[in-house]
Antibody, heavy 115, light 113 residues
Framework: EVQLVDSGGGLVQPGGSLRLSCAASGFTFSDHQMNWVRQAPGEGLEWVSSISRSGDTMYYADSVKGRFSIFRDNAKNSLYLQMNSLRAEDTAVYYC????????WGQGTLVTVSS | DVVMTQSPLSLPVTLGQPASISCRSSQSLVHSDGSTYLHWFQQRPGQSPRRLIYKVSNRDSGVPDRFSGSGSGTDFTLKISRVEAEDLGVYYCMQGTHWPPYTFGQGTKLEIK
């Protein structure tokens, strides 16, 4: 059974940092592009970032470019999102999602940016 | 960026009746490889999104056959032949042809009339 388990969320002050993790199992992790998608409270889905199978190519939404970094460890079947310079508007549930074509989703982890 | 526009944004339905959601893109979603990367997701209250349909019309494993997807180019539709109580939630279309960025529609909330 495919499973994605998101973790690492919490309350952080504006300007602070947080690292999210996503542990994958039940499929060949290294065969798939991986992604982060977020959902602000009461809002829709917003793509945040994607990373290639090997981890050598990364893509970011303009809203997070320069502040967030996506990376993966294929040996550990894990995906990460390093979030720096956090802002109030980054408050959201963050989901990792696995390709092909966002077939698999984690349960999400809540990030709250507030003083 | 490709803008995805869903309608309606709210869809009150009677159980057992059909429902239809439209999704339009600001440009054609036909990829140079010939495929159309338009997918549909369901998000039930308090749950993660779940993919229902991939590449316009392919139903995911375990998705009831009352769900169907159709369309081409810039115009796509998700249909539910007979709405059941478990279908309540928010539905999103998403394009994966012209990325980055991947873009989602605003979401359509399916609720009981």
């Amino acid at each position: 059974e495919v499973q994605l388990v998101d973790s690492g969320g919490g309350l952080v002050q504006p300007g602070g940092s947080l690292r999210l993790s996503c542990a994958a199992s039940g499929f060949t992790f290294s065969d798939h592009q991986m992604n982060w998608v977020r959902q602000a409270p009461g809002e829709g889905l917003e793509w945040v970032s994607s990373i290639s199978r090997s981890g050598d190519t990364m893509y970011y939404a303009d809203s997070v470019k320069g502040r967030f970094s996506i990376f993966r460890d294929n040996a550990k079947n894990s995906l990460y999102l390093q979030m720096n310079s956090l802002r109030a508007e980054d408050t959201a549930v963050y989901y990792c999602a696995g390709s092909p074509w966002y077939a698999y989703w984690g349960q999400g982890t809540l990030v709250t940016v507030s003083s | 960026d490709v803008v995805m526009t869903q309608s309606p944004l709210s869809l009150p339905v009677t159980l057992g009746q059909p429902a239809s959601i439209s999704c339009r893109s600001s440009q054609s979603l036909v990829h140079s490889d010939g495929s159309t990367y338009l997918h549909w997701f369901q998000q039930r209250p308090g749950q993660s999104p779940r993919r229902l349909i991939y590449k316009v019309s392919n139903r995911d494993s375990g998705v009831p056959d009352r769900f169907s997807g159709s369309g081409s180019g810039t115009d796509f539709t998700l249909k539910i032949s007979r709405v059941e109580a478990e279908d309540l939630g928010v539905y999103y279309c998403m394009q994966g042809t012209h990325w980055p960025p991947y873009t989602f529609g605003q979401g359509t909330k399916l609720e009981i009339k």
